[in-house]
Structure formats: structure tokens, C-alpha cells
């Protein structure tokens, strides 16, 4: 069974200040998105940045970026120059490419401060 | 683009009556749905996917029966919590998939529901 594990639940950051949120994944599939969605107070998810496990590139995003390594099944969001609106849950996510019902399957959360 | 709505935002209701909750893709056909529940600073869960004209797929431990699932066209899914009880207060979140090229997920607002 595919899961998705973010080992940090809360983590702090300094405004103007560059933080970096794990997230590591377990599946036996080779193809597979790989996703990083923000929960601010409000609940709406908005999508981060997402990412095709056949790309070898980390796709970036302005100052959003992420290090995904196929091999280590890792895939974390590096936020950089961080601003007081990036507070916020910030979900990992995996989806199998292709299938009939490209269901995601979410990691526990981050909750992000940042100190002004 | 790509907007999803949900309606009611909150809701609260008497143990024992029932509660439907719509879902609604604007500006976009959604031949599949899909339902999540959310209990405070926890991760999504998905309950079901809803595709347009067919049964829903629940996931494993939904009770069908209790959270009733209809997509009765390419814009709407409903999800209705029959004779609601405490321990179903919950937030509820839809999303719709859409046939971009990443298939990618939008998200609704969500529905707070309270039982009173």
C-alpha cells in the first residue's frame, strides 16, 4: 500500500528566512505525482507545486522548490525568502499516474510559523 | 479557472436528522468527484469517490449507508450524512478532478459540520 509520511508536525521559520518540510513515500509504482498543497487558517487547499516522478528536474515554483530523490522515495518543498502569508498545514501528496480514479493519499502535515 | 464551491460553508444540526452537503465544479465539467473528511489538525481522509452516473466508491471503513454519495451530473456531486450523530462532526472537504493534462484536483471551500 502506497504511503506518505511527513515526520515534522510543526516547524518554525524566521520571516525572509529559507525552511526546507520532508516528506518521504512509499510505493512500488514507477509512475506517480507527487504534490505539496498549503491548508492556511481559512481551510482551503491550494495546490504548491507538484511533480512527475519521471522528471528527473525538481520542478520550482517562484520561491517554492523542491528536492525529489526517486531513489530515496524523498520528496521535500524548500521555501525561500518565507513571508508572513506562508503560514500555513502543508500537506505532501502521491497520486498514481493514469488508473481509473487518480485518488490522492495525503501525509499527516506540517504546520508552518513564521516569525515576523 | 478551475473553481470549486461548496454549499453550506457550516452547518449544525440535531443528532438524528440528516445533512446534505453539495459540491459544485463552476467553470468545469467533473466526471469525478471526490469526498474527504477532516477531523482538527489531522490530515485529509478520503471517504469516497463519486464519478458521474455510477455508484460511489467508498473506502475501506465509510459506511455506505450513513454518508450517501450521488453525482447526478457533470457539475454536481451531493453527499448526504443520514441520521447524524456527535461523533460525525466533522469538516468535510470536495474535490473535482479535471481533464487538464495533469488531472489534476481542486478543492472546495469545505463544510463545517456540527451534531448537536
Known amino acids: 500500500a502506497q504511503t506518505v509520511t511527513q515526520s515534522q508536525p510543526e516547524m518554525s521559520v524566521q520571516e525572509a528566512e529559507t525552511v526546507t518540510l520532508s516528506c518521504t513515500y512509499d510505493t512500488s509504482e514507477s509512475d506517480y505525482y507527487l504534490f505539496w498543497y498549503k491548508q492556511p487558517p481559512s481551510r482551503q487547499m491550494i495546490l504548491v507545486i507538484r511533480q512527475e516522478a519521471y522528471k528527473q528536474q525538481n520542478a520550482t515554483e517562484n520561491r517554492f522548490s523542491v528536492n525529489f530523490q526517486k531513489a530515496a522515495k524523498s520528496f521535500s518543498l524548500k521555501i525561500s525568502d518565507s513571508q508572513l502569508g506562508d503560514a500555513a498545514m502543508y500537506f505532501c501528496?502521491?497520486?498514481?499516474?493514469?488508473?481509473?480514479?487518480?485518488?490522492?493519499?495525503f501525509g499527516t502535515g506540517t504546520l508552518l510559523a513564521v516569525q515576523p | 479557472g478551475a473553481v470549486v464551491s461548496q454549499h453550506p460553508s457550516r452547518v449544525i444540526c440535531k443528532s438524528g436528522t440528516s445533512v446534505k452537503i453539495e459540491c459544485r465544479s463552476l467553470?468545469?465539467?467533473?466526471?469525478?468527484m471526490f469526498w474527504y473528511r477532516q477531523f482538527p489538525k489531522q490530515s485529509l481522509m478520503l471517504m469516497a469517490t463519486?464519478?458521474?452516473?455510477?455508484?460511489?466508491?467508498?473506502e475501506q471503513g465509510v459506511e455506505k449507508d450513513k454518508f450517501l454519495i450521488n453525482h447526478a451530473s457533470l457539475t454536481l456531486s451531493t453527499l448526504t450524512v443520514t441520521s447524524a450523530h456527535p461523533e460525525d462532526s466533522s469538516f468535510y472537504i470536495c474535490?473535482?478532478?479535471?481533464?487538464?493534462?495533469?488531472?489534476?484536483?481542486?478543492f472546495g471551500p469545505g463544510t463545517r459540520l456540527t451534531v448537536l
Open positions: 463519486s464519478n458521474e452516473g455510477s455508484k460511489a466508491t467508498y
Open positions: 501528496a502521491y497520486r498514481i499516474d493514469g488508473g481509473a480514479t487518480n485518488k490522492l493519499i
Open positions: 474535490s473535482a478532478k479535471s481533464w487538464t493534462s495533469y488531472n489534476e484536483q481542486f
Open positions: 467553470d468545469f465539467q467533473a466526471t469525478t
